[in-house]
């Protein structure tokens, strides 16, 4: 009885055992994956987001160039014609590397990677 104590006592000195360790590996790794898959959801979730903000511009760039330049609803303005009325004179790129499709005055501006539905300007 004494010695079954004995050994208990050494090999608790000794530290964790290998099942032990696995658990909380375990564990470690199942949080993680949690961690990973939330961070990369809201970046998806942001991308998405800046790109709406990037076509919204561009949409009010498009109202600002048809109403100086008299255009209709049916005239589609270049990148260069926009740039004068978009932040910095610079023309947005889409952060996840999607190219914008400005389209007529009418029907509003699109994103190859996020897929806008076309909404008529009002
Ligand atoms: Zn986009």
Not at 29 to 46: E, F, N, P, R, Y
């Amino acid at each position: 009885m004494k010695m079954k104590l004995q050994a208990t006592r050494n090999r608790r000195q000794f530290g964790f055992t290998l099942v032990e360790i696995m658990v909380v590996i375990a564990i470690i790794g199942m949080l993680m994956g949690v961690a990973t898959l939330g961070i990369s959801h809201a970046i998806k979730s942001s991308k998405q987001n800046i790109c709406n903000m990037n076509i919204e511009a561009i949409e009010q760039a498009k109202q600002m160039w048809s109403l100086e330049n008299k255009k209709g609803d049916n005239d589609t303005a270049g990148e260069d014609d926009l740039k004068v009325h978009l932040k910095n004179s610079v023309f947005p790129t889409c952060p996840s590397g999607g190219t914008y499709t400005i389209n007529a005055n009418n029907v509003r501006a699109t994103c190859s990677v996020h897929a806008q539905t076309a909404a008529a300007t009002p």
